[in-house]
């Protein structure tokens, strides 16, 4: 599997290189590693996300090249889809980019990454930029400091700082390694996690009143609207990680929070404790991602969303 990719990248000259919708840490940090390693051995490359970066994802090295709209994906010789259990996933662009004549799939899902032919999946790695640290490895690609940042950033968010059980004695040795070529852990750290814009705190406790529990407390749930990003003045990605404070109370094996993405649209994040699967969940609303974290897009009122997620939570967990 390596070989095929590798074979690609060293018969290619121009490279585009992409990820999914609402980009996260995992997502931006392995598309910037690879921009990077690529520059350095003399390729030309291209970032593109259909999203804007997140400004908590500002710092890091590269993203100010990032592009959000493209003309032609002509000149393109490949392209790298990553952390992409499906392309579909890239977004509006999904269907020019799937033309581009070489893919490359990297990718951690469950289920992902086999849109291509050419590809690096293994659900065990804790992250895309775990395995993206593999292939620099394999080709003998120096680490440097930029590239060191950028993967250490997708390891630290997709493991929710190395507390997720993604997280194996790999994870920290690959860590390890980046500290040693030039991660500086509290330096992302606070930028990460250290630099929340207030209107994100006040949203967060709108959200927070809206908490419902199920089945004794094991399931909690929060809602966020757009009637409630407006009033606050807030950003689609000021929701990242509310449902993260659901998980953390005591007894809720399941959470869930309802994002309106427009009016009767909504994005559902589902998280879990211990052996709870959520993307079997996801699975059966359409959607997809990890044993502990997943998430999927439902249609209908609130009422009928939330009725349909609790469903397939019943229908997949039935000692609830
Ligand atoms: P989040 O709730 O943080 O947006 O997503 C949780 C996990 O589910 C991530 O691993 C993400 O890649 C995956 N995921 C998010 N949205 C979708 C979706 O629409 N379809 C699929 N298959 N997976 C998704
Ligand atoms: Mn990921």
Do not use: W
């Amino acid at each position: 599997m390596f070989n095929e990719v590798i074979e690609v990248i060293n018969s290619c000259a121009t490279f585009l290189i992409t990820a999914h919708v609402r980009p996260d840490g995992d997502a931006l940090g392995s598309e910037l590693a690879i921009y990077h390693a690529l520059r350095g051995m003399g390729k030309n490359a291209v970032v593109y996300n259909q999203d804007q970066t997140p400004d908590v994802y500002g710092f890091l090295p590269g993203s100010e090249n990032i592009i959000h709209s493209m003309d032609s994906v002509n000149g393109f010789d490949a392209v790298f889809v990553l952390d992409c259990s499906d392309i579909k996933r890239v977004g509006n662009e999904a269907d020019r980019i799937g033309s581009i004549d070489k893919i490359i799939s990297i990718d951690h899902h469950v289920s992902g990454g086999t849109f291509s032919e050419i590809l690096l999946v293994d659900p065990s790695a804790s992250s895309t930029g775990e395995i993206v640290h593999r292939l620099l490895n394999r080709m003998g690609i120096a680490i440097t400091a930029d590239i060191a940042t950028n993967i250490y950033t997708a390891i630290l968010t997709d493991t929710g700082s190395f507390r997720y059980s993604n997280t194996g004695i790999d994870t920290f040795r690959v860590a390890a390694d980046l500290m040693g070529k030039g991660a500086d852990c509290r330096y992302i750290a606070e930028n990460i996690y250290e630099t929340r814009p207030v209107i994100q705190i006040r949203l967060m406790g709108k959200a927070l009143d809206t908490m419902e529990f199920y089945e004794g407390g094991r399931v909690g749930s929060i809602y966020v609207t757009q009637e409630m990003l407006r009033r606050e003045g807030a950003l689609p990605e000021h929701t990242e990680g509310f449902v993260d404070i659901v998980r953390s109370i005591q007894g809720v094996e399941i959470a869930v929070c309802y994002y309106e993405v427009s009016r009767n649209r909504f994005k559902i994040s589902l998280r879990s404790k211990g052996t709870v699967d959520v993307e079997k969940i996801a699975g059966k609303l359409g959607g997809g991602g990890h044993v502990n974290a997943s998430a999927c897009r439902v249609e209908g009122s609130i009422k009928a969303v939330k009725g349909k997620v609790l469903g397939a939570i019943r229908a997949v967990c039935s000692t609830l």
